[in-house]
């Protein structure tokens, strides 16, 4: 009775790690990379997902979002990573049961795509990311594709940014090597950006380069897609 007891224990306190594939779009765009995870984090709650949570004297929820969005930039590939006890259900019953309770709780704007069983030792370490910058009509032009010319066959590209929010230090960024191509279409410009561990191109550099300011957009930025090295 007592070996019971302590398998029963022992199932119900293994933890599985999942990984969460969803959309944000609308005005949750504007949410901040903290707020969106409160957002699941409350969800979790509100749903009784039973997350792995840390320790300490105010342990939180175990949940990470490994690639930051942009504020005010939508995203068709955004990933959620958290640990949730099993107890004993099998991972294809959980990942159903998780996807259904975070599905009811989320709010408009937050799309639910998928919920996987995580790879063993799976980091999802980002690669590059994708954005679409849909202009207007009258911004597509011989100028706009000169300007994306000159920028590729630029071997520097050099920025001044802030080192933290609080702080008053400038660093000189050459952000070229973070420009994997840049493409026009009938609607817009397709950027594509390597994302590596000295950091990558931030979109508002982007629209800076590329001559163009929001109010030349014919809709909100949009991350497309991200590679992942362990997806």
Same mark, same amino acid.
């Given at each position: 009775?007592?070996?019971?007891?302590?398998?029963?224990?022992?199932?119900?306190?293994?933890?599985?790690?999942?990984?969460?594939?969803?959309?944000?779009?609308?005005?949750?765009?504007?949410?901040?990379?903290?707020?969106?995870?409160?957002?699941?984090?409350?969800?979790?709650?509100?749903?009784?997902?039973?997350?792995?949570?840390?320790?300490?004297?105010?342990?939180?929820?175990?949940?990470?979002?490994?690639?930051?969005?942009?504020?005010?930039?939508?995203?068709?590939?955004?990933?959620?990573?958290?640990?949730?006890?099993?107890?004993? +259900?099998? $991972?294809?019953?959980?990942?159903? %049961?998780?996807? #259904?309770?975070? &599905?009811?709780?989320?709010? *408009?704007?937050?799309? @639910?795509?998928?919920?996987?069983?995580?790879?063993?030792?799976?980091?999802?370490?980002?690669?590059?990311?994708?954005?679409?910058?849909?202009?207007?009509?009258?911004?597509?032009?011989?100028?706009?594709?000169?300007?994306?010319?000159?920028?590729?066959?630029?071997?520097?590209?050099?920025?001044?940014?802030?080192?933290?929010?609080?702080?008053?230090?400038?660093?000189?960024?050459?952000?070229?090597?973070?420009?994997?191509?840049?493409?026009?279409? +009938?609607? $817009?410009?397709?950027?594509?950006? %390597?994302?590596? #561990?000295?950091? &990558?191109?931030?979109?508002? *550099?982007?629209?800076? @380069?590329?001559?163009?300011?929001?109010?030349?957009?014919?809709?909100?930025?949009?991350?497309?897609?991200?590679?992942?090295?362990?997806?």
């Amino acid at each position: 009775m007592l070996y019971a007891v302590r398998y029963t224990l022992s199932v119900m306190n293994e933890t599985l790690p999942l990984v969460i594939k969803f959309r944000v779009g609308g005005a949750l765009r504007f949410l901040s990379h903290a707020e969106t995870l409160r957002v699941f984090q409350r969800a979790c709650v509100r749903g009784r997902i039973s997350v792995r949570y840390s320790q300490g004297f105010n342990p939180r929820p175990r949940l990470s979002l490994p690639l930051p969005r942009p504020v005010g930039v939508e995203s068709d590939d955004e990933l959620l990573c958290l640990k949730v006890h099993k107890g004993t +259900e099998n $991972g294809g019953h959980l990942c159903s %049961s998780v996807a #259904a309770g975070l &599905s009811a709780q989320l709010p *408009e704007g937050i799309e @639910l795509i998928s919920v996987n069983v995580a790879g063993l030792g799976a980091s999802y370490q980002p690669l590059s990311a994708t954005y679409v910058l849909a202009l207007r009509r009258e911004y597509l032009n011989d100028e706009l594709k000169a300007t994306i010319e000159r920028l590729l066959a630029s071997e520097s590209l050099n920025f001044q940014r802030q080192t933290g929010a609080r702080s008053s230090r400038i660093k000189n960024i050459d952000v070229r090597p973070f420009l994997t191509s840049i493409e026009t279409d +009938e609607k $817009g410009i397709i950027v594509e950006c %390597s994302i590596r #561990a000295a950091g &990558s191109v931030r979109v508002d *550099e982007v629209l800076s @380069l590329l001559q163009l300011d929001q109010s030349m957009l014919a809709a909100p930025i949009r991350r497309t897609t991200v590679r992942w090295q362990d997806a």
